[in-house]
């Protein structure tokens, strides 16, 4: 019996028609226990972020189905996907997207608002989230007054704030340098440790594997090897 | 909603080309608003100023300034309709004026019977006539430069005859460009050659044990040959006639429409390219969890920012203007709730601006916050 936590089960999904049809996943079938850290590998155009967006919720799959939090996602409405989004899982990006116009702290401010826009106290819990994140003299600066590895880990505390179970990665350190990628290792692998949080990160890079829980390569929009932990 | 204004506020120039957009757009609708609502009251401002229920005209007069001759009798016959309480006559003819210099200027001569009402201007009235001639005439201080009297009394000519400017006024400027002159109707109808026989506007009062209406009916029966209106009845056909027939409202209006259509320009061009400089931001943000309404509320709301800061300096620059404007236009008028209601358009005017703005940001997929 899987762990059907979070994790997709015969898994197509196809983008284009005819002849200009590609097959990004082909039937995959992957779950990912609570409290790990998965990374999902594999060469430019294997369908590493179709899988990250079917998991997340913004992408609906051809056939198989979806499961978060136990629950099966697919046949739920645009505006009940966006509630699951909403309560359970979160995002980290490659490009970090943050609000341009939001300061560091406004902008972890705004991630609880959109977890609960009644939840009081906002900014103070972002202010702590970001103390805690190492950022405490960074608070009122804009994003382009950060330099990369900061505003990922304003990107982080965002995506962290309102305390959701599955926090998505995207190449979350592909536009770091190798001192700030792997503070941003840590900082991940201390949530699943700490937190009991699920991460799943998509990545072509190798520091990742250190931090991993288990890595699966994806090719052609198949699962080719899984590798875990012992 | 931090974000929506911090959005709006983040690139200044853009920020304030929009409520430079909208307080034009306000100042063009409250100026044109204020004209017109000037241009509907001194086209009925004396027949408001009257005291009267009912007004008798020849048939057919569409205005005011356009009255022509019925016989004197109808005075006598109206009076003996029941619940006819007074009668008052007032007249109204173009005449020549020759200022005191020699130099001459066609007005509009005005006369009216002392009882026609406390707010009409006549100079042998209950609170005009102190120190004056029962044969004085008046003239409205807006209109100074056009009469050129420099001390009063100040001895004149109207069509031929001597008459006496006695006092200013104000409130009864030139409306059609031709200055009003103002005297007892005995002095007009000498002035404009008209007969005892002869009569322009017959005023009724009524008394207030009786209909209005049904006096109304009655004279109308009785008087077949001419127009019996309710005083509200000549008001709004002279309202009509200025505004609708000679297409001068229609002007007046269309500006006002081209204001609001610029405004609507201006802010639906700077909020959808705001937007749209944005739409990455949108898609982080549904991405993340924000509803529908969430998006739609930060884009109507930036928009609403843009409307509500752009009417305020529009209302800021426009009253002053209004106050310069009134020394060359002396009838334009600006209610107090113009400049209210005029806020409502604006913003009506930034939501619908919103629109596509609003469309771009809801239909944004969020799956595309993974493209680098």
């Known amino acids: 019996m899987p762990n059907h936590f979070l994790g997709v089960e015969g898994a197509c999904v196809s983008f284009g028609k005819r002849d200009a049809q590609v097959r990004a996943l082909r039937g995959v079938s992957q779950f990912f226990e609570r409290g790990t850290l998965s990374l999902v590998m594999g060469p430019s155009g294997s369908g590493k972020t179709t899988l990250l967006s079917l998991l997340g919720c913004l992408l609906s799959p051809d056939e198989g189905i979806v499961f978060v939090d136990g629950v099966a996602v697919n046949g739920l409405s645009e505006a009940e996907r966006t509630g699951v989004r909403q309560k359970k899982i979160s995002f980290v990006f490659q490009a970090f997207r943050l609000f341009h116009s939001l300061s560091a702290i406004d902008n972890v401010a705004l991630g609880f608002e959109l977890r609960d826009p009644t939840v009081p106290g906002r900014m103070e819990m972002a202010r702590d989230l970001l103390v805690r994140f190492g950022l405490g003299e960074k608070l009122n600066q804009e994003p382009y007054e950060l330099s990369p590895g900061e505003k990922q880990r304003v990107a982080i505390a965002r995506a962290l704030a309102g305390n959701p179970p599955i926090l998505l990665a995207d190449e979350p350190t592909a536009s770091l340098d190798a001192q700030a990628g792997r503070s941003i290792c840590q900082l991940l692998r201390s949530q699943v440790d700490d937190e009991g949080r699920t991460v799943v990160v998509v990545t072509h890079d190798p520091r990742w594997q250190e931090f991993a829980d288990r890595t699966i390569n994806l090719c052609d929009g198949q699962v080719e090897q899984e590798e875990k932990k012992p | ?197 002869e009569a322009m506007y017959i005023l009724l009062r009524v008394d207030r044990a009786y209909s209005i209406s049904d006096v109304q009916q009655n004279l109308r029966q009785r008087l077949p040959e001419v127009d019996v209106l309710t005083r509200d009845e000549f008001e709004r056909k002279s309202r009509t006639y200025w505004t609708i027939k000679t297409g001068a409202g229609g002007a007046i209006l269309t500006a006002a429409v081209l204001g609001f259509l610029i405004g609507l320009v201006v802010v639906s061009q700077t909020v959808y390219a705001n937007t749209m400089e944005n739409i990455e931001e949108y898609a982080t943000l549904k991405a993340l969890g924000a509803s529908q309404m969430f998006v739609a509320r930060i884009v109507l709301t930036q928009a609403l920012i843009c409307g509500a800061l752009g009417s305020v300096l529009g209302l800021l620059a426009v009253v002053p203007c209004i106050g310069y404007a009134k020394s060359l236009i002396p009838w334009i008028y600006t209610p107090w709730w113009l400049l209210l209601v005029m806020v409502l358009p604006s913003l009506a005017m930034c939501s619908m601006a919103s629109i596509a703005s609003v469309r771009s940001a809801l239909t944004v997929e969020p799956g595309r916050v993974f493209r680098a």
């Open chain 2, 1 to 197: 909603m931090k974000l929506a204004w911090q959005n709006v506020v983040h690139d200044r120039a853009r920020f304030s080309v929009t409520v430079l957009g909208v307080s034009f757009a306000v100042f063009l609708m409250v100026f044109q608003g204020s004209l017109l609502t000037g241009f509907l009251q001194a086209a009925s401002r004396l027949i408001d100023a009257s005291d009267s229920d009912i007004w008798i005209t020849a048939r057919g007069v569409q205005a005011f300034e356009f009255g022509t001759p019925i016989e004197g009798r109808i005075r006598e016959m109206a009076a003996g309709v029941p619940g006819v309480l007074e009668t008052s006559r007032v007249c109204m003819a173009f005449a020549v004026y020759r200022t005191p210099n020699g130099k001459q200027q066609v007005v509009a001569l005005v006369g009216a019977d002392s009882n026609v009402g406390k707010r009409f201007p006549v100079p042998n009235a209950p609170g005009f006539a102190y120190g004056m001639s029962p044969d004085a005439v008046l003239y409205d201080v807006s209109d100074r430069d056009l009469i050129q009297v420099t001390a009063m009394p100040a001895e004149v000519e109207v069509n031929r005859h001597r008459a006496s400017i006695e006092r200013q006024i104000d409130g009864y400027g030139a409306f059609l460009g031709v200055p009003f002159l103002f005297t007892s109707y005995r002095n007009a109808t000498r002035y404009m050659g008209f007969g005892p026989e």
